[in-house]
């Protein structure tokens, strides 16, 4: 834990956006994702969670620098992401890979399962014999609970999970430290939601591997993350263990989110109401605290000042005027 | 029971294997599907081998034997389909005029469909200002009727037949452009181009081994369709005296020249235009059974 793999330091990604019609069309600046720190020890997995158009996947996709950021940076075990294209960026691929939400658009539709495994090493292990290519995408056809006979099938021709399972094969075959895993989950049926997750956790045990897992599904993410950032419109707005944070939510936009989860056994319990409405254009963020439209505590300070993510303890960092910094109980007794 | 069962086989199976071969048989392959092929083939071999099959030279005389009716209309063996007003076998023009209109849609699909894939995924890839010159082209070209186009250029530079050839390349490579391009963006955007990049191939592996192949079968389509249309195209030119000129002969220029002897020889036109139909008629259907026969989703 002393240097962790992937780093990233104030990272941001503006869009420019034209918005109108056209005679009355402007261009606008779109924060897609501002300001992010965050850090992903060796063999852990960082939860990544928000609403949707929160800036999670573009965050995902500036961490793998399949996104070049507007500023900051990205540190992989220790050395920025060389540049998209180089020598260097190929080495690093191989190192750091994706997992999709779509495995059926993520896959070739032509070519058959051990063909799309295989080509992963094709690109970079051209020199590997037949043989050796073989084995290969039989180990990790193996290694992510496909059959043999599964080979020579078609994508079209496989389940959602099992297609999920080949996007995963390809990732793996060339042993990668990292594994980026955007909504992996989300296009599958529940049933199969779960052997998926069971198979990133034995993935992870065996190969010691390192995840950032990007998903809005709240439980999933507390079953497989060891830390969880919480993003609203392109910020992290808190920061922390995983049970400590889903235990004793400390920002109001977490707390509310939590009570989305709908749940059969705090029936009675006084739970704060879930959220109303939708974020707000991240073209045109409201003024001092983002999420302050949508805030049921919020007062006049959330409209003047931005809060700062602040550590509150415990590993733990919030942004919120309302968190006291080094104070844990917060909000969460309130 | 047992003994029943063990002679069944012997006597019963051949014929349903058979019948059941024949049927996968025409399963994969549909009549119809046969026919056009066969048609298509032959004209090939036409084509190919029209100064070997043809009887006599097209430009050939034969004014003792002119506007003769062809066999099944009572002419002698000597001309098949007739003679026109100057004794020309017309049998023999027809298969020179094969291999000319051939040779043009050929080529005139070729250049098309290469230059039309090739601007469209350069715009796909590039994107930005050279993207943006490509969409003004294509506007530029939808908007205009091809007809006019190839009436302005061949009234200016003159007829020759490789620039004619050119020309009728430029008919409808702004479809292949479209095409090429939106797919390319779709696959770039989100999906298997994407995920092939960051994997990290480079551009000729994504767009020669993955995009090309995946959206070919469309533009494979977009082919047998223009194809006819260049015959079409050509056949109309030659028929306003713009396109391939005497002596030299195509089917357009054939049927154009067949129209003044309708009433008295009909034959003249008859056969050109039967061929012209039949020809677009079978590229159309084989094409839209290409589509089919190569998207592994649906075999």
Sequence with gaps: ?334 | MTDLAADLPVTAKPAPKQAAKLRRFFAAWPPAMLLALGWVLLMLVVALGADILAPYSFTAFDLKARLQTPIGMGGPWAHALGTDELGRDVLSRLIMSIRMSLLIAFFGTLIAATMGTTLGILAAHLRGRFEALVLVLIDFQASMPFMIIALAVLAFFGNDITLFVVLMGFHSWERYARIARGLTLSANEQGYAAAVRNLGAGSWRIYGSHVLPNIASTLIVSMTLTFPEIILLESGLSFLGLGVQPPLTSLGNMVGYGREYITRAPWIMLAPSAVIVLTTLSISMLGDWLRDRLDPTLR
């Design chain 1, 1 to 334: 834990m002393t240097a962790p793999l992937l780093e990233a330091r104030s990272l941001t990604r503006h869009f420019v956006v034209r918005q109108g019609s056209w005679p009355a069309s402007h261009k606008a600046l779109l924060r897609a994702v501002d300001g992010v720190s965050l850090s992903v020890g060796k063999g852990r997995t960082l939860g990544l969670v928000g609403e949707s158009g929160c800036g999670k996947s573009t965050t995902g996709r500036l961490l793998l620098g399949l996104l070049d950021p507007t500023a900051g940076e990205v540190l992989f075990e220790g050395q920025p992401l060389a540049k998209a294209g180089s020598a260097d960026w190929r080495r690093q691929r191989q190192l750091m890979q994706m997992v999709y939400q779509d495995p059926l658009g993520a896959l070739d539709r032509r070519l058959k399962v051990a063909e799309q495994i295989g080509e992963a090493l094709e690109i970079h292990h051209p020199e590997f014999s037949r043989s050796i290519h073989r084995d290969r995408v039989a180990a990790a056809i193996e290694a992510v609970g496909l059959q043999a006979h599964h080979a020579d099938r078609y994508p079209h021709e496989l389940s959602g999970g099992q297609r999920q399972r080949v996007v995963l094969a390809r990732a793996l075959i060339l042993q990668p430290r990292l594994l980026v895993c955007d909504e992996p989950i989300s296009a599958l049926d529940v049933s199969i939601q779960a052997q998926v997750v069971n198979l990133l956790l034995d993935l992870q045990h065996s190969f010691g591997l390192t995840y950032v897992f990007i998903s809005h599904d709240l439980k999933v993410v507390r079953q497989i993350s060891h830390d969880v950032a919480v993003m609203y419109l392109g910020r992290i707005v808190e920061y922390g263990g995983a049970e400590s944070l889903f235990h004793a939510p400390q920002h109001p936009y977490t707390q509310a989110l939590l009570a989305a989860i709908p749940s059969v056994q705090q029936r009675g319990i006084a739970r704060p109401t879930p959220l109303q409405g939708d974020p707000p254009d991240p073209a045109a963020p409201p003024s001092g605290c983002a999420f302050r439209t949508r805030c049921p505590r919020a007062v006049q300070i959330c409209a003047e000042a931005m809060p700062a993510l602040r550590e509150t303890g415990g590993g733990r960092k919030v942004a919120c005027h309302f968190v006291e910094p080094d104070a844990a109980a917060g909000l969460a007794a309130a």
